[in-house]
């Protein structure tokens, strides 16, 4: 069946290190996919979308790029700050089908 | 600014209470959402609603009611038979067009005491 995929955390990092929080997806069709962010004790904020294959979205210094040859949406951070620390969340969006997908989420802890 | 407003933010029940989760938008979106998040994990949805006076149950519907009769609001009821209430609710909403993105509200916490 349809769903998404994400790297198991916590993952930590120093800040201004690298960042890379995996996810693969398996749809039927064509979905969009999206990365959402939570801070602690707030609802989830859109971070990224891309609504189709090679798109690339970005946003405050994240970028994931819509891969459908191995179906990925990996999200990306050159320089993490610890502002950045949160839950991230992958998600899925089938338009046909009227599903909508999240993954499980992926916390992130930056150490000063 | 449009957005979801959600209400309370804390919410303290006793055991064999019904009680009424506040969600209202002015995104003017068509569709409504509600999810369950326990600590450390993902979202879980309990019912959605596409159009008014409609709704359907979603993955863990069983211990709550639902209603829409505005577009703007879909309150939640998380009543007795709810045996594990103690959980943060987030409230969405989004367009039933191809823009699929949820916009979310800032939760609520529910604790049995």
């Known amino acids: 069946g349809d769903s998404v995929t994400q790297m198991e955390g916590p993952v930590t990092l120093s800040e201004e290190a690298f960042l890379t929080i995996n996810c693969t997806y398996t749809a039927t069709g064509y979905p969009s996919l999206f990365w959402y962010v939570q801070y602690p004790g707030e609802g989830l904020q859109l971070l990224l979308k891309a609504t189709k294959a090679d798109d690339k979205g970005s946003n405050k210094g994240f970028e994931a790029t819509y891969r459908k040859e191995t179906t990925s949406f990996h999200l990306e951070k050159g320089s993490v700050q610890v502002s950045d620390s949160a839950v991230y969340f992958c998600a899925l969006g089938l338009y046909n089908f009227n599903k909508f997908y999240f993954g499980s989420g992926t916390k992130l802890n930056v150490k000063p | 600014d449009g957005g979801i407003t959600q209400s309370p933010k804390y919410l303290f029940r006793k055991e064999g209470q019904n009680v009424t989760l506040s969600c209202e938008q002015n995104?003017?979106?068509?569709?409504m959402y509600w999810y369950r998040q326990d600590p450390g994990q993902g979202l879980r949805l309990i019912y959605y609603s596409q159009i008014v006076n409609d709704f359907q149950k979603g993955d863990i519907a069983e211990g709550y009611s639902v209603s829409r009769e505005k577009k703007e609001s879909f309150p939640l009821t998380v009543t007795s038979a709810q045996k594990n209430p103690t959980a943060f609710y987030l409230c969405a909403s989004s367009r039933r067009d191809r823009d699929q993105r949820r916009t979310f509200g800032s939760g609520t916490r529910l604790t049995v005491v």
């Open positions: 995104l003017n979106h068509d569709a």
